[in-house]
């Protein structure tokens, strides 16, 4: 054996979204907070998440988590989220896979028929409500940090297609969200590669006509993903809606996307169209789906923002210690832009 790192990795999916948690070989990870720690992740140590999600060992579809040991009093665990172009704040379908291979694996004692946890997330803490049966956790239901709308029914200006509908919306990630009927889409599979491309577009546009700063942290990433939505529609006391994310570098969420999920529900609520303690049925471009609910209301500096619930479901899929050979001509590992519409 001669890997200059070696990684102990279980893999796993929420919904369809691959969320890999690094359960050990990092190493020691500075820092006070989770935050802390992203950003030493990020200015330190980006060459493990370029191993891990670039090519020839990761996808354009990987994400990935580094689980660590939290410093706060009330946390069971924390994680770090990394994605393909940035370190997240918070991932809702991750978080989904986190719970899961920390019960399932038995780095956390699992205790039926339900396991309450608190993990530390880098956007803050996040109570984790997990239904287990026969060693298997059946569902995860994460309350997220409050989301809100930073920008409400505006216009996009957008080469080809004028002024165009907009919300810029915080749940975790910062969404700039559209309706696709009006952009002429349905949200179905045969449509996966235009979406990605328009999605692109959308995000380059806004990201030059709308500002955002969280106001409680300005180091939060700014827009980095479009949201195409469904129609709304209301079956007795729930709600149903398609969605499609575009994350970057434009590829589709397999899941229904937990922190776009939560920007919906934050901008259903400013619309009026979603009270609190109702719950959306949230559909993914693959069919899937989470259970998305406005547990309650709160505010963020001097935004009004709802407390938002989503729960899913998770299966591992691979456990494997993942290396890197001192002679490897692809430390950095790399991109295509066939698949990741960059390269790097
Ligand atoms: O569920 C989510 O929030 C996400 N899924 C992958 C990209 C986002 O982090």
Request: charged share 20%; aromatic share 6%; net charge negative.
């Amino acid at each position: 054996m001669r890997f200059k790192r070696t990684l102990s990795v279980v893999d796993c999916h929420a919904e369809g979204e691959s969320g890999k948690v690094i359960v050990g070989g990092v190493g020691q990870v500075p820092g006070e907070t989770m935050f802390d720690k992203r950003v030493h992740l990020e200015t330190h140590m980006d060459d493990i998440r370029r191993m891990v999600l670039f090519e020839p060992r990761g996808a354009v579809w990987h994400n990935a988590n580094i689980v660590l040991p939290s410093n706060h009093p009330q946390a069971d665990m924390g994680y770090v989220i990394l994605e393909t172009t940035e370190y997240p704040a918070m991932s809702g379908s991750n978080t989904i896979c986190v719970a899961t291979v920390l019960l399932e694996t038995g780095i956390l004692p699992m205790r039926e028929p339900v396991t309450n946890l608190t993990l530390e997330s880098p956007a803050g803490l996040i109570r984790v409500r997990c239904e287990c049966s026969d060693g298997k956790v059946t569902s995860v239901r994460l309350v997220n940090q409050p989301a809100f709308c930073y920008h409400l029914d505006r216009k996009l200006e957008l080469a080809g297609f004028g002024a165009v509908g907009v919300d810029i919306v915080y749940g975790g990630m910062t969404y700039a969200m559209v309706d696709a009927a009006e952009l002429g889409f349905a949200i179905e599979r045969s449509e996966a590669r235009e979406l990605c491309e328009l999605g692109q577009r959308v995000k380059a546009a806004a990201v030059e006509q709308f500002a955002v700063e969280h106001p409680e942290n300005p180091a939060i990433p700014g827009i980095t993903n479009t949201q195409f939505m469904g129609p709304l529609r209301r079956e007795g006391e729930r709600l149903f809606a398609r969605n499609t994310v575009i994350v970057s570098p434009g590829r589709c969420d397999r899941s229904p996307c937990g922190t776009g999920s939560s920007a919906r529900l934050a901008l259903l609520h400013a619309k009026g169209l979603m009270r609190e303690g109702e719950t959306l049925v949230h559909e993914s471009i693959t069919g899937s789906r989470f259970a998305c609910t406005i547990d309650g209301v709160a505010k963020v500096g001097s935004y009004a923002a709802v407390v938002p619930a989503i729960a899913g479901q998770a299966w591992i899929t691979g456990l494997y210690q993942m290396g890197m050979d001192p002679t490897d001509p692809y430390q950095e590992g790399f991109t295509m832009s066939d698949t990741w519409m960059s390269t790097v």
